[in-house]
């Protein structure tokens, strides 16, 4: 970002300077199109044309959810980004908390899916253009002189409720005092998980957005609201499940995690094979059951091979039949997965596959520029993440599939 600003920024001057000959010259004739440095934009030409300049700002740096279970950095910015939408009203500011539950645009091809966010979503996260609807929205306070009974407001954004006292009031009539306005959007986000609800309404939910009644039983409405504050604990803090793998002396476990943020049970998944890393090799192990895992290493490897051990350049299965089994690198195989992770599918494909398409070494053809996810793996000291992550989406996918065959089976029409 710094690099393609000082390249507009130097682009603006050297059209400011030429125009002073030619005043009538346009800036889409004039700058350089070297995509190595920048992507031009319309608003970036007009920009250009009325001499403004930009700058950079570590501030503008954000956690954004770019694909289902993959997160990226990115820029935000109204003076860079093209379509900023709603999205500085969710999220003012890195320190701004929200939910947002995104589904698909209208005349998409693919069935129905959603998912919840607590940070910005790219636009493409959800076929043709994600849709989204926030628990909270902020407004910039504009009080000059406030009064006793103004709220407190040290970052200068006042929070306002996205679900309206008119549903909720509905829902607190049918069901008791109790509901709160997160009951009734944990609702919505269960509901939208109902198999029924999807299927008796597919073709509509393609050209429309999703209209939901509210249950009228109470059971069902508490059933819906408890199921998508589960689901959305699971879509949310998967990074941060309590349990992690461990590779020690050959044998294969998911030990706790020392993550003070751990909120999210992970159960013992599949087995792994694993393959001597040469030329670290020591006495081959028996098989192990621990916790329910089985495993067949086959070799131990020492600790400063680890970053070798678990690098990632592209998972891939043994074939496009065969999902049973996930080749990580060529050192690690995890086999026996339940075919029902492959289930839980957002945006047209599963969470799982969603991982290996993101998590791989990528060079943009344009730009040059590599993204390789151990890069962050490495920064963070923490060269187990992917794998990790791979283990994490397949136990959450297998747990939102029996969430969902769990739900309430409402009567429509």
């Known amino acids: ?37 920048i992507s031009w934009s319309r608003a970036f030409l007009k920009d250009v044309a009325t001499n403004r300049s930009k700058s950079f700002s570590n501030q503008n740096i954000r956690p954004a959810l770019y694909r289902p279970f993959f997160k990226q950095h990115l820029y935000f910015s109204r003076e860079v980004n093209n379509v900023v939408s709603r999205m500085d009203s969710f999220f003012p500011t890195p320190n701004h908390k929200n939910l947002v539950i995104c589904v698909h ?11 919840v966010t607590n940070c910005i979503p790219d636009l493409n996260c959800l076929e043709a253009g994600a849709k989204c609807f926030p628990l909270y929205t902020y407004q910039e306070a504009t009080t000059q002189n406030p009064t006793l009974f ?17 549903i909720l009031e509905r829902a607190q009539k049918q069901y008791g005092r109790g509901v709160s306005k997160e009951d009734v959007f944990y609702y919505v986000y269960g509901f939208l ?40 604990h699971l879509h949310l803090d998967y ?22 943020l751990s ?23 028996s098989s192990v059951e621990m916790n329910g895992l089985v495993a067949e290493p086959r070799a131990s490897f020492l600790t400063p091979r680890d970053y070798e051990l678990y690098r990632v350049e592209k998972m891939r299965f043994p074939s496009k039949t065969n999902k049973s089994k996930i080749i990580f690198n060529p050192h690690i195989t995890l086999v026996n997965i339940p075919t029902s992770a492959y289930e839980y599918v957002v945006n047209g494909k599963s969470a799982i596959e969603w991982v290996m398409e993101r998590y791989q ?14 890069d962050w793996a490495t920064e963070h000291n923490n060269p187990k993440y992917i794998l990790n992550l791979l283990f994490r989406v397949i136990s959450l996918s297998v747990e939102t599939v029996e969430i969902e065959q769990g739900l309430p089976v409402m009567k429509f029409g």
């Open 361 to 374: 070494i990528t060079t943009h053809k344009e730009s040059g520029i590599v993204n390789n996810p151990n």
């Open 239 to 260: 990074e941060t499940m309590n349990k992690e793998f461990v590779l020690q002396d050959g044998v294969i476990d998911f030990q706790q995690s020392n993550s003070p």
């Open 1 to 37: 970002m710094k690099e393609s600003l000082l390249f507009y920024n130097s682009e603006l001057a050297r059209y400011n300077s030429a125009r002073i000959e030619n005043p009538i010259l346009k800036a889409k004739n004039f700058v350089s199109y070297n995509k190595a440095h």
């Open 150 to 166: 103004d709220p407190v407001s040290p970052t200068k954004y006042l929070r306002r409720d996205a679900i309206s006292n008119f």
């Open 193 to 232: 998980h109902s198999p029924k609800y999807r299927k008796s309404f597919a073709s509509d939910l393609k050209k429309m957005l999703p209209r939901l009644p509210l249950a009228d039983d109470p059971k069902d409405f508490w059933a819906f609201s408890k199921a998508g504050r589960k689901l959305a």
């Open 105 to 115: 645009g209208l005349g998409g091809k693919k069935e129905f899916s959603t998912i």
């Open 263 to 285: 909120p999210v049970e992970i159960r013992p998944l599949s087995p792994v094979e694993i393959r001597p890393l040469s030329p670290v090799e020591i006495r081959p192990l």
